[in-house]
């Protein structure tokens, strides 16, 4: 293209180069002399003019947001787009199944920055069968390394924390790929959270701060305020397939603590809700604290610790039951229900003992009292018919006892 501009005429050097620099790939303005003087790619023939027409007519194809490129930088709009989708596709409202789509799109993402970075490095991604020929697929196009082999290469430019979070995300992808799985949104958030970060962080590092994320995806806003309530609602949600339970368990059982802690595998954050102190702060909706800093160990004193839960003695569990039309339930009914469910077990998170591990006298949490009540409604034949809820239940009957004896006469 270069000596079919410089057979056309009308372009200094300085133009010509214009047309093939840009931010990912710098051209030296000598590039354009040698190819003109002849000093190099003698061996290279000229364009034809239709074809420098063609290339003229559909310059500049770039992505105006970036300048990147829509044919040399192929595969980093790739990377970008495909994880703006899976963002966007995490944050939709009414989708049901958004950490499995987010995970599948996250990992054609990464997949497509590899392969830019390694290609920008000279790396051959390519499978190959016998050197020098590469591997194809029936039908003839070359296989390319998937995202695994990306990561485990020694030339992966990768921390071991972020490759670990990348492990981790390939996991889940393998276990929940072709299979039905229960919602898993709420348990691996804090991994696909540093997938999204690590990502950008990335981008940005080994191809420059201009295409960073940030603009094309600002702060989300929400409804929800998180209330002890709505908690417990959380912790009752129905469990994690076992296959997918199996998988994170033997990940992490792999992982050291201080890589199980690392932002880079797994991001948390506590939100609070903060007044300010001056008015032009007034309008700032988040604000990010440095670990180790003094608002980091004010937050830390607020209220991010559990509230004291309701406990229940099991006299008191028979008690409301009766209240509740179930009269003939007792504490012996009470402890064939517990032992037959290994309710006691902690790990179920129904109640605690009061004494200490093992020890001394149990007490049940509000949700033991819900499965009991469950029980209860299902053998209501055999405790008893519970009282209609159309109205207030009536009123205790009173009986008033024996008049109160009179004061002793006072002394003289």
């Known amino acids: 293209m270069v000596k079919a501009l410089l057979d056309r005429g009308g372009r200094t050097d300085q133009d010509i180069l214009a047309y093939f620099t840009r931010p990912t790939r710098s051209v030296n303005h000598r590039a354009i002399i040698e190819i003109r003087t002849g000093t190099k790619h003698t061996a290279v ?135 039905s799985t229960n919602r898993i949104d709420d348990a691996v958030s804090a991994q696909l959270q540093s997938c999204a970060i690590n990502f950008n962080d990335a981008i940005k590092g080994h191809f420059g701060e201009q295409f960073g994320l940030e603009r094309r995806l600002p702060i989300a806003l929400q409804f929800v305020t998180f209330s002890p309530d709505h908690q417990e609602i959380l912790k009752r949600a129905g469990g994690l397939p076992p296959n997918v339970s199996a998988m994170m368990d033997a990940f992490h059982d792999h992982l050291s603590e201080e890589e199980a802690k690392d932002t880079r595998f797994a991001f948390r954050v506590a939100l609070v809700p903060i007044t300010v102190n001056r008015v032009n702060q007034a309008d700032v909706a988040y604000r990010l604290v440095q670990p180790g800093s003094d608002d980091a160990k004010q937050v830390a004193d607020l209220i991010l610790k559990e509230t004291e839960k309701k406990k229940w003695l099991p006299g008191q569990i028979v008690t409301k039951m009766h209240r509740e039309g179930y009269r003939s339930f007792n504490t012996a009914h009470h402890t064939r229900l517990w032992q ?41 034949s055999r405790y008893g018919k519970p009282v209609s809820n159309d109205g207030p239940p009536p009123a205790p009957r009173y009986r008033p006892g024996p008049p109160p004896a009179p004061p002793p006469p006072k002394a003289v």
């Open 45 to 179: 023939p000229a364009a034809s003019q239709d074809d420098l027409s063609a290339f003229l007519a559909s310059w500049p194809e770039i992505d105006h947001t970036t300048g990147l490129s829509l044919r040399g930088d192929e595969l980093l709009i790739k990377a970008r787009e495909a994880m703006i989708a899976a963002v966007h596709t995490f944050n939709g409202a009414g989708l049901h199944f958004r950490a499995e789509l987010f995970i599948v799109t996250a990992v054609i993402a990464w997949t497509y920055l590899h392969h830019a970075f390694y290609k920008r490095e000279g790396v051959d991604y390519r499978y190959r069968q016998s050197d020098p020929e590469a591997d194809k697929t029936e039908r003839g196009a070359e296989r390319y390394w998937e995202l695994g082999k990306c990561v485990r290469s020694n030339r992966c430019p990768l921390d071991k924390a972020v490759k670990s979070n990348l492990e981790f995300v390939l996991g889940l992808r393998h276990e929940i790929e072709h299979r």
């Open 340 to 380: 037959s469910m290994d309710a006691r077990n902690p790990g179920k998170g129904f109640g605690v003992s009061v004494y200490g591990k093992g020890q001394g006298d149990w007490a049940w949490y509000d949700r033991w009292v819900d499965v009991v009540r469950t029980h209860c409604e299902q053998n209501a």
